[in-house]
């Protein structure tokens, strides 16, 4: 196909899922409380926000995102399982929202709590594992927390929970990525790697960043043990491979194909299904950049912030994109991460950093 009619077919596409976006996927920081205090912890996470949503505003805050049509939350921290009202929010959080899931350290989920998160009606869980051995993973997190995290994941299993080990790599432990990937296999729970970012408790560490070389590196390895095991067994980010690979890129090019697609096709689908809450209510972008810009839900519907607001807008048109994304004929099926171009730059459209593909 030729660069023009390939651009044509993937804008014609994308615009398509832009006029239908919903956030389907929501991920609450149900607590900034935590406690583990891991050396490389994304939020900094400690004690809790003095102005978190309390339980009835949890229940409010559920009932927006029904309103708004959200399909799936995922709850996470900090930590969720030290907060004392997890076991009601989930169960009414499932009673209206047809998939929820937890994000844990698996610190606390000893057979009898996690009967009791099974019998409020969870049923998803990924459990952070930062190795396939107790002495990296306890290095960052604590003496001890390996084995709590690895018996976790057994008791989740043994209440039939669809259960994930969450692997956020970094130079730390970039050479474990096999091994990891070994012991999900073993342990028969999928895998999920996302990049470690250099923020929270981690600040400034930059040299724990992987190189572009590594993402590389990685993002081919991880696309193989995907289409070896399945995309339900191995997930990651994978927006720069899709549009390395032809049989992908054939894929979003078909016209045939239904809506219910797209999601594989935009790239970056921040604010076209996902979106972010921060445990006081604060809605963001991916992890936590944007914050301050979108407005707090004990006073906005999600709903209307999600039509309205001008940011999402300018972030939904990819016209909007500079540098070598705005210019990149892959635009419409990747999009960049602008997580990082925000973070790196300041600016939500400017070109990803990060990007390997033509380098």
Known sequence: MKQEDFLAVTRQKYNGAVEKAKPLIVGLNFTNACNLKCRLCGTAADQPLIDELTTQEMYQAIDNMVEAGVM????????????????????????????????????????????????????????????????????????????????????????????????TISQTNFP????????????????????????GRAEGRNELVLTREQRREMQRYLFQAQKKYGAGRVGFENRYIISEDENSKKICTDPSLSDDFYDYCVGCFTGIYSFFLKANGEMMLCGHYAEGLLGNLKKKRL????RNSEILKQLRDRENLKGRCGNCVNRYICGGCRRDAYRMTGDIMAEDPMCWRGR
Not at 180 to 192: F, H, Q, R
């Open 72 to 167: 799936h939350l995922s709850l996470g921290g900090g930590e969720p399982t030290v907060r004392e009202d997890l076991i009601p929010v989930v169960k009414y959080a499932t009673r209206y929202i047809s998939s929820v899931g937890l994000v844990t350290n698996g610190y606390l989920l000893d057979e009898k709590f996690t009967s009791k998160l099974a019998q409020a009606g969870l049923r998803q869980v990924m459990v952070s594992l930062d190795g396939a051995k107790s002495d990296i993973h306890d290095a960052n997190r604590g003496d001890g927390s390996f084995e709590k995290a690895i018996q976790a994941i057994k008791n989740c299993l043994r209440e039939s929970m669809a259960t994930r080990i969450s692997f």
């Open 176 to 199: 474990e990525l096999k091994d990891v990937l070994a012991l999900a296999l073993e342990l028969d729970v999928a895998l999920n790697v996302q990049e470690f970012r250099a923020g």
């Open 303 to 306: 709903i209307e912030v999600w």
